[in-house]
């Protein structure tokens, strides 16, 4: 019999595969198309202190099997989040993670303090890609420094489930992966998008309204691939993957190269079912092989 | 704050559609018969369905396209499109028997108050797509309908013997000239409510002439709504990618609406049209 259960920190997960930040809203409006109680976990849309209107239109062009977005981080912010959207996540019986943002340090912390209050919550993912003010616009996670500050911080302000989420945007990921593990993270959580842009060559205009947005889809898999080989391999804790998976071979790969769990993002756009196909057929495969649980793939690429 | 758009319950579901006909219905149209039961019955005009090309991931996304009319006894529904880019190239290659992975029905569509006695639909190009289903419904109710239809040209015009047979009064307005009044429907609009007010409008084009419609409207006081055409990511609220900005301004709103949560049809003055 499979077992799909893996544990994270003091977490169990029901599977191993998740819906990432930003790319399943609040859990509701995808309620009448999936069974959100299948998923592994739920990863909300970024949370900040106030709520924030995102950006202007266009924010979406479809690239080659890849899509850029410029959301700008619409949400509701922390109380409304917790008035109108906790208590529906709450009774879907998932684990629920709250993704974090803010644009300086105290945004975060501001957030995590109020919802430490709250019951239902299994942890915080940081979504450290936002640029950092007070570091003159690089992403939190840019800098070893800045990742590691923020991360001891808010790990000084809960006990609950804490995951770091990088950005792919930097020449040595490791480094940052070992920054916030020293800093007390449970795990860490990668890639977010990837820098990229589009232009519209009859009205050489950019595609989106931010000129350069966040790519992602099926064509950064390798990307992120080679990004949570690199990760795995620098730290102890657990990774969890994300980037362009659409399908449970996508996810083997991940976990061959030791991510313990992987997220779902765009491909939720088109199927929001995926994360529960990806689970099911992560069943089938290590039935196939003989395997009992995702933990017998993990970190088991054979270098030739 | 004013509310825009109500958003109503649209309880959609994900359905393999068999492919029953595609047909070249003008110059670069194409309308294709689904068979779905389930979306047949439970569509309401001016909602759409969001449809999967195929099962690979290029094109990445689903595309969205109006319910353009149903057979709730044979149990489909057809779908009007042109070839806009790959994915639209793709979908004129599918043949009887195909199936498409077809999410839906979503979105709100027009809604038809009790009072209204009668009406003008107008489209502009590939506008026409969920005017049928409207006009069928405005039939139903009993309520006079005046078409007025734009195109390019001759060739790329479709619906008016479709409407007619419907029971419309149809006018029509080409670029060129080539078939009924020469330049733009909004002008058909503009002459039928110098001497006709008593009317609610329902328009879907292109964004500009959306805007001259609303406009139009609003001078004359006459309620309109307009269903806008537009990019979307996932067609039911996850992906925030299809944001429209309220008239009133977003930070008075509060939010950005998004076309297929709160849309994609709106009442004229409610949000910016443009490009």
């Given amino acids: ?304 | 704050m004013v509310s825009i758009g109500v958003r109503r319950p649209t309880n959609p579901g994900v359905y393999e559609c068999p492919v029953v006909q595609i047909d070249e219905v003008a110059r670069g149209i194409f309308l294709m018969r689904l068979e779905n039961q389930a979306i047949s019955r439970a569509v309401h005009p001016g909602q759409f369905v969001n449809l999967r090309v195929r099962d690979e991931a290029i094109p990445l996304l689903r595309r969205p396209f109006s319910v353009c009319r149903t057979n709730r006894d044979a149990g489909t529904f057809d779908l009007l499109w042109k070839i806009y880019g790959a994915g639209t190239e793709l979908m004129t290659r599918a043949r009887s028997g195909d199936r498409f992975n077809v999410l839906g029905p979503l979105g709100n569509g027009f809604s038809i108050s009790s009072i209204t006695k009668n009406a003008i639909v107008i489209a502009g190009g590939l506008g026409i797509a969920p005017m049928p289903l409207l006009i069928e419904s405005l039939q139903e109710k009993r309520i006079r309908i005046i078409a007025q239809l734009g195109a390019r040209r001759n060739d790329e015009l479709w619906g008016e013997e479709t409407f007619q047979s419907m029971g419309a009064q149809v006018s029509c307005a080409t670029d060129d000239g080539s078939r009924g009044y020469k330049g733009f429907v909004t002008t058909l609009l503009q002459e039928e409510l110098k001497n006709n007010r008593e009317v609610e409008v329902f328009a879907c084009g292109p964004m500009p002439m959306l805007a001259k419609v609303s406009q139009i409207c609003l001078e004359a006081q006459v309620s309109a709504q307009l269903s806008v055409e537009t990019m979307m990511g996932c067609g039911f609220g996850i992906c925030m990618g299809c944001p429209m900005i309220p008239s009133e301004g977003v930070k008075e709103h509060g939010r950005y609406v998004l076309a297929c949560l709160d849309g994609p049809v709106f009442h004229a003055g409610e949000v910016a049209l443009h490009d």
């Fill in chain 1, 1 to 304: 019999m499979i077992d799909l259960r893996v544990k994270i920190g003091e977490v169990v997960f029901p599977t191993p595969v998740f819906v990432a930040s930003g790319t399943f809203g609040y859990g509701e409006e995808a309620s009448a198309i999936a069974d959100l109680s299948k998923l592994g976990a739920i990863i909300t849309k970024s949370i900040s202190p106030e709520a924030r209107v995102g950006n202007p239109p266009p924010r979406l062009f479809e690239t080659t099997a890849g899509l850029l977005n410029s959301i700008g981080l619409q949400n509701v912010g922390v109380e409304a989040f917790i008035k109108e959207k906790l208590p529906f996540l709450r009774n879907t019986g998932v684990p629920v993670i709250v993704n974090v943002v803010g644009k300086i340090g105290d945004d975060f912390v501001r957030v995590v303090e109020r919802l430490e209050n709250e019951n239902g919550i299994a942890g915080y993912e940081l979504n450290l890609s936002c640029p950092n003010v007070s570091e003159g616009g690089l992403e939190f996670s840019q800098t070893a420094k800045a990742a590691f500050a923020l991360t001891s911080e808010i790990r000084r302000r809960t006990k609950r489930l804490l995951v770091p989420k990088l950005t792919p945007n930097v020449t040595n990921v490791a480094e940052i992966a070992k920054a916030v593990e020293s800093a007390g993270a449970d795990a860490i959580s990668l890639i977010n998008t990837i820098t990229g842009m589009a232009i519209d060559i009859e009205t050489w205009k950019p595609r989106i309204n931010t000129i350069i947005g966040g790519y992602s889809g099926p064509a950064i898999k390798p990307v992120a691939l080679a990004k949570v080989y690199q990760a795995a391999g620098a730290v102890k804790i657990p990774i969890v993957g994300i980037g362009g998976i659409a399908s449970w071979q996508d996810a083997v790969e991940f976990f061959l190269v030791g991510a313990h769990a992987v997220q779902i993002g765009t491909a939720n756009f088109i199927n929001p079912n995926t994360a529960i196909e990806i689970a099911d057929g992560l069943a089938n495969y290590l039935m196939k092989h003989n395997l009992s649980k995702p933990n017998d793939l993990i970190g088991k690429m054979k270098k030739s």
